[in-house]
């Protein structure tokens, strides 16, 4: 089953917080233990500059756990393969961290009919009105505090819904 990450990223793609934060959001999504997910394509959207990357897990070579090799991919795909938005991707669940450092968000974990094709991810610097443009929904995760952690555990639900169903 083809799943699709989407994630908001604030911040320009000139920046090294920024693609250091792109690099490890897509190596999360994308890296398993031992192979890369073909399945999955990830969307990586940075809203201030009106740009957007489509990764895809079946196409994307030299991925590495490493951050330096996996900076340098990233980099490259920014310079040869990053295009203005074609207008905006919409995700029905997004995963956010907690406002502040006291955990106080909801601890509703998604439910599997609500990730059926994949969730999104939204950078901690995002307003709320931004958010509603990408998501239809946005559950707080307390137990999260980097962006790539809320990436694995989308990843992590996802896997658990489609054992369930048995695929």
């Known amino acids: 089953m083809a799943r699709r990450v989407l994630v908001v990223l604030s911040g320009s793609t000139r920046e090294l917080r920024v693609q250091v934060k792109a690099t490890r959001v897509l190596v999360n999504a994308l890296l ?6 073909r399945d999955t394509t ?45 207008g905006h991707v919409k995700a029905r669940v997004c995963l956010k961290l907690p406002e502040g450092t006291g955990g106080r968000g909801s601890m509703r974990v998604p439910e599997c009919s609500t990730l059926k094709e994949g969730f ?18 946005t559950l ?27 695929s």
């Not at 790539?148 to 048995?166: K, N, P, Q, T």
């Open 32 to 37: 398993l233990s031992n192979s890369i997910r």
């Open 42 to 86: 990830v969307v990586l959207v940075f809203p201030d500059e009106g740009l957007e990357l489509e990764v895809s897990g079946s196409r994307i070579r030299n991925l590495r756990e490493d951050e330096e090799s996996s900076l340098g991919v990233v980099r490259q795909l920014l310079k040869t393969r990053a295009r203005v938005l074609r």
């Open 120 to 137: 999104g991810v939204v950078d901690e610097n995002i307003p709320e009105s931004l958010q509603r443009e990408y998501c239809e929904e």
């Open 140 to 166: 707080s995760l307390p137990l999260a505090s980097r962006i790539e952690e809320l990436v694995i555990i989308g990843s992590m639900v996802m896997d658990s819904c489609e054992e369930a169903r048995g």
